[in-house]
């Protein structure tokens, strides 16, 4: 009789047993977003410079296929697995053999003829490129991780001995469960198995009972458990989740109005009348009920009168609340002198929290609940200054801050109410936060531990924040210590500002001998380039134009003057082509646009799309302020944007 087996597999294996994949009819086309790979592929690399012995990336539930013994149909895992063959279909060298079997494609389609020929020409740079590929509606996010791809690629690998080495890695460490089902399976019910199997038990719940049990009294564990709870809390503001997790806003308001003091919040919990009491186990019993926070507040919590509907944008954090956890566990560790961890990796968040802090010489339930305590004061924080994605449509979202603001109404005695407000004078914050966010990985983000250090310390006002913020990304990422390792510089910006300077000179040339770096310009400087320009905005006579821009994620450069444009006359940089002064950082979609046009058309339709609100980019504005572009005009943009990038140091005192 047929059964199910399971084996830890890798690449290699798979490989060497001849197996072949096929993703099935029933099955749905490619869905990830550019964000769920940018993540696969950075987790990948931080595993690869740590030397893991392994890299689980999940289980993949397989169906014999009646054509072959050796052929699969993936049942279960076919986005993650599909990725992971689009990575080394891009990657080549050691991952060739999986990409190809006997010179045909390992993952094949039995969907429509059009996906097929898409595949076949997949590693055909001539054919796949072509306008024939783009016809296809259903394959745009192959396209779009493709592209993804090769641009990590180029930002994180430095030469060909490193994609080798990489690729290697991924080829022998990369771990799944692979799991063959009979063919005699009912598909109808393993796909309703599937569908409706429970969510395993997170890691961060299975930390949270550990650390607890430390606190042996009941009625103070199960305060600082609650605690915790609306700490994890990730996608709405800590004061709103509170106010729903005790069934009042207005208590929350008061004691926010006193301090917020942990004590108070404390309270809370217990103080709660439990028949209006509206618990979060029943936001996650009765999830149609509570489809979101931000609605559930609106509707069952008290409010103040003349609130607006933006104040309950649906919002979402930058961060998972386990990355939010290692972040604290840094603090905390900074704090008591002990070492800090590795590296921030959620996927070790338990391993992690095992060496530093569960099994060290000093735990004990005091430390435990002086953790709590670091956590609840480092969300706070987090929540007070640090961008949230804030839903503004249907189908868009950006990044913003909100401030939290205290509003008073006297009817019958003192009413306290809390409001998350917009403020213009925190868009500069919000900002520079989106361009540190968008030019690291968004599986660490370090910056953000020294940030929200400094902020738990001294809760300054947002002048304060913003000009420390400022100081922090100088001297962490604009200056000449690559030789310190980014954790390390982090870490020790929060004792004091790094001792470094600028050197413009070695990181993009002069006028005379510029820096043909090309697409290997770190993205990073793009991104800074065009806060120092908002930065300016005045200076430039662009106050109004550029009040309200928003920076959004950017992974293609494009040059301005055409690399290779249809009309060889229209070449019009040579020395100039692959320097800062004729590149710009923008969007796929846009580069894919303006392609190989000429410059005057570019500037057509840049000015276009300008006049109906868009930029593409501040850089881009500047630059096709020009009538024409040449390698004369490059050079005179590059010595502009140097001055500003000097005079932008010069007043924070790095230059």
């Not at 014999?64 to 080549?92: A, H, I, P």
């Not at 103080?271 to 936001?283: G, I, K, R």
């Not at 009920?289 to 944008?313: C, G, L, M, Q």
């Not at 470094?500 to 005379?512: A, L, Q």
Request: proline letters at 2%.
């Amino acid at each position: 009789m047929d059964s199910i087996a399971s084996n830890l597999t890798d690449i290699k294996t798979i490989v060497a047993q001849e197996y072949e994949f096929n993703i099935p009819i029933y099955q749905r086309l490619y869905v990830w977003t550019e964000e769920q790979v940018k993540t696969l592929f950075e987790d990948l690399h931080t595993a690869y410079k740590a030397d893991k012995d392994l890299y689980y990336i999940g289980g993949i539930i397989t169906v014999n296929n009646e054509q072959s013994e050796k052929l699969y149909d993936l049942v279960d895992g076919q986005q993650r697995f599909t990725t992971l063959w689009l990575l080394s279909n891009e990657l080549g060298e050691s991952l060739e053999p999986f990409t190809y079997k006997d010179n045909e494609l390992r993952l094949k389609f039995a969907i429509r003829q059009n996906v097929t020929d898409y595949f076949n020409n997949i590693g055909n740079a001539e054919r796949s490129n072509t306008e024939d590929s783009r016809d296809y509606s259903d394959l745009l996010k192959i396209g779009k991780a493709r592209n993804q791809i090769n641009q990590l690629i180029i930002q994180h690998l430095k030469n060909d001995e490193e994609k080798s080495k990489f690729s290697q890695y991924i080829f022998e460490k990369v771990k799944m469960v692979l799991t063959k089902v009979p063919k005699t399976t009912d598909l109808n019910k393993l796909f309703e198995a599937l569908n409706n199997r429970g969510v395993q038990l997170a890691h961060h719940e299975i930390l949270k009972a550990r650390l607890l049990s430390f606190i042996k009294d009941v009625e103070k564990r199960n305060k600082y458990a609650k605690l915790w709870q609306v700490c994890s809390v990730m996608d709405n503001y800590l004061e709103r989740v509170i106010a729903l997790e005790i069934g009042s806003s207005k208590d929350v308001a008061y004691i926010y109005h006193n301090g917020f003091k942990i004590a108070d919040v404390l309270d809370l919990f217990v103080s709660a009348n439990p028949q209006t009491t509206l618990w979060l186990s029943d936001v996650i019993e009765q999830p149609e009920k509570y489809e979101n926070i931000a609605t559930s507040v609106k509707e069952n919590i008290n409010h103040h009168p003349e609130a607006s509907e933006d104040e309950f944008e649906p919002v979402r954090s930058i961060l998972s609340f386990p990355q939010l956890l290692l972040h604290t566990l840094r603090i905390f560790l900074f704090k008591e002198n002990k070492k800090d961890i590795e590296r921030i990796n959620e996927k070790e968040l338990l391993e992690t929290f095992d060496k530093h802090f569960l099994k060290s010489t000093f735990i004990d339930e005091g430390f435990v609940i002086q953790f709590i305590e670091t956590l609840f004061k480092v969300r706070h924080g987090f929540d007070r200054y640090v961008i949230k994605w804030v839903t503004v449509s249907e189908d868009k979202e950006e990044h913003g801050i909100k401030d939290i603001y205290k509003q008073n109404q006297k009817k019958g005695g003192w009413t306290y109410y809390l409001r998350r407000l917009n403020k213009d004078s925190l868009h500069g914050m919000a900002l520079l936060q989106s361009i540190l966010y968008h030019s690291q990985q968004n599986t660490t983000q370090y910056w953000l531990t020294p940030f929200l250090y400094w902020m738990f310390n001294e809760n300054p006002s947002f002048d304060n924040a913003y000009y420390w913020l400022r100081q922090l990304d100088n001297t962490v990422f604009s200056s000449n210590i690559e030789h310190i390792s980014l954790p390390e510089r982090t870490i020790n910006s929060m004792d004091d500002f790094l001792d470094v300077e600028f050197d413009s000179e070695e990181i993009f040339g002069t006028v005379d001998n510029l820096n043909s770096s090309g697409v290997g310009f770190p993205h990073y400087w793009f991104y800074k380039i065009e806060f120092v320009l908002w930065y300016f905005r005045g200076q430039l006579d662009k106050k109004e134009v550029w009040g309200e821009y928003k920076i959004t994620a950017r992974n293609s450069i494009e040059h301005i003057g055409p690399q290779n444009p249809r009309d060889p006359r229209d070449k019009v940089c040579i020395e100039t082509l692959d320097t800062m002064g004729n590149l710009v950082l923008v969007t796929r979609s846009i580069n894919s646009e303006y392609s190989d046009k000429a410059y005057g058309v570019k500037r057509s339709m840049f000015e276009n799309k300008k006049a109906k609100g868009s930029i593409d980019s501040l850089k881009s504005d500047l630059v096709y302020n020009e009538d024409d572009w040449n390698d004369e005009k490059a050079e005179e943009h590059f010595e502009k944007i140097m001055r500003l990038l000097n005079d932008y140091f010069d007043e924070h005192n790095l230059n």
